[in-house]
C-alpha cells in the first residue's frame, strides 16, 4: 500500500426507508412497494466511486411483527442492490433490526447495536465515519455509536425529525434536501475545493 490514506477505508451508514427509496408509514412489504427516491442510486454510485464503502443500517419491525417473511425482506433488498449496482453503485452489506419496540433490543435505532456491529465485522473507525438517515432515531443512534458526523435528509421523515432533534438539543452536521445533497457534502468534506 502506497500511502496510509489509501488503506484507510472510510464507510458511511445509511438509512433505507426515507434515504434510499419512498417511506410508508404502511411498511415496505414487497418487492413491489420498493420505489426509489429520486436520485438515490445515483447518490449511491457517487459515493462508492469517491472511496466510501457503503452499509444500510435499517430497523425492519415488520419481521417481528409477522408481516413480512424473511425471504420477503431479503427479495426487498435485492432489488434495492440490484438497482444501486445499475447506476454503478455498490452497498457493502446490509444491518437490520428485526424486533419490535417491545422487544428492548440493542439493535433497534437509536440504539447503537447495529453500528457496533458493522464495526466491529469491518474494523470501522467511527471516527472517520458518516451516518445519514431521515428520522431522529437515525441521528441518536449515530451519536449513540461514536459517529464522526451526523446528516439529515428531508425526504421521509427529516422535516418532522429536524424539530424533534432541536428540542433535544442535536444539531446534525449537515441538513441536506436528499441523500444526493448529502452525498455531495460529505464528498466535499473529505477532499475539500
Ligand atoms: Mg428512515
Not at 484507510?8 to 433505507?16: G, N
Not at 418487492?31 to 464503502?53: R, T, V, Y
Not at 471516527?127 to 441521528?139: E, P, Y
Request: proline content about 4%.
Amino acid at each position: 500500500m502506497r500511502n496510509k490514506e489509501k488503506a484507510m477505508r472510510q464507510f458511511i451508514f445509511l438509512d433505507r426507508d426515507g434515504v434510499i427509496n419512498v417511506d410508508s408509514s404502511k411498511y415496505i412489504k414487497n418487492e413491489s412497494e420498493f420505489k426509489f427516491i429520486p436520485k438515490s442510486p445515483e447518490a449511491i454510485a457517487l459515493l462508492s466511486q469517491n472511496g466510501f464503502d457503503i452499509i444500510v443500517i435499517t430497523n425492519q419491525s415488520l419481521i417481528g411483527r409477522k408481516m413480512a417473511s424473511q425471504k420477503t425482506l431479503d427479495a426487498i433488498f435485492k432489488k434495492m442492490k440490484d438497482g444501486i449496482n445499475k447506476t454503478g453503485g455498490e452497498i457493502k452489506d446490509i444491518f437490520f433490526c428485526p424486533h419490535t419496540p417491545e422487544d428492548n433490543c440493542y439493535c433497534r435505532k437509536p440504539e447503537p447495536g447495529l453500528i457496533l456491529e458493522a464495526k466491529k465485522k469491518y474494523s470501522i473507525d467511527l471516527n472517520q465515519s458518516f451516518m445519514v438517515g431521515d428520522s431522529a432515531k437515525d441521528i441518536e443512534c449515530a451519536r449513540n455509536a461514536g459517529c464522526s458526523k451526523m446528516l439529515l435528509v428531508k425526504t421521509g421523515n427529516g422535516i418532522k425529525a429536524q424539530q424533534q432533534l432541536f428540542q433535544k438539543g442535536i444539531i446534525p452536521d449537515f441538513i441536506g434536501k436528499n441523500l444526493y445533497e448529502a452525498a455531495l457534502w460529505i464528498i466535499n468534506s473529505v477532499n475539500p475545493k
